[in-house]
């Protein structure tokens, strides 16, 4: 067996079991295969094991895959994970199918505006920066709810807010990274209350995937357990 599929069955394996210890559904999680730092046909030999859905951090190296795999691009989901800023909008808007960075209302005010009218509407989270460490980005909980109403309140055809994302602090404690993720879930019901259509937790990696869905995790951005390590 290559490495791509030993590798991508051992993480469904660990889905499946994590899945199983809270009772979920395996079908109600999808696993983000993040390609950072690894060449495109890393991305294409995981595409032939069946992985569809990949994440890249960096505009510029996300680009050049997406166009370096343009024979299989009506196969597989391109996810923006990492900061954006907003000089690198259009580029994004024009070809990804999903941003989970979003942590101002004037980002995804230009990702709507420059959304191409022939592709469907970009798949938007707000990443929320849940342990206040000043090194990531991310909104504060206080701040979430007034900028999940403007985004909510975008043009539909050019741009759809799914939910909310957060990178957990690493930590040894697992009651700790635990918290962390309940804090995300309890935004998202809080945030489905007042009446926003929101389905999707990004949560989770490989040190952590298995507190991410029992937190209630929809998404998990896997890498180095993947990929191997950078
Ligand atoms: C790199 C990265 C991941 C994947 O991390 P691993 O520990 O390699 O699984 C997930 N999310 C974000 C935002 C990342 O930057």
Known sequence: MEVAERNLQHVHERIAR?????????????????????????????????????????????LAKIEALADLRGDLQWH??????????????????????????????????????????????????????????????????????AVAALPAQSLRLRGLMTIGAPSDDSAARRRTFATLARALAALQAQGLALDTLSMGMSADLEDAVAEGSTLLRVGTALFGGR
């Open 80 to 149: 923006l994970i990492g900061p954006l800023q907003s000089n690198k909008t259009r580029p994004v808007a024009e070809a990804f199918d999903w941003v989970h960075s979003v942590d101002r209302l004037k980002i995804a005010e230009r990702l709507a505006a420059q959304r191409p009218a022939h592709l469907p509407p970009l798949q938007v989270c707000l990443q929320v920066n849940i342990d206040e460490e000043a090194s990531k980005s991310g909104l504060s909980l206080q701040a979430l709810p007034e900028v999940a109403q």
């Open 18 to 62: 994590a899945c199983a210890a809270c009772g979920r559904p395996v079908r109600s999680v999808t696993l983000l295969a993040v390609s950072k730092t690894f060449p495109a046909e890393a991305v294409r030999k995981m595409h032939a094991a069946g992985q569809r859905d990949f994440g890249e951090n960096y505009v510029q190296e996300g």
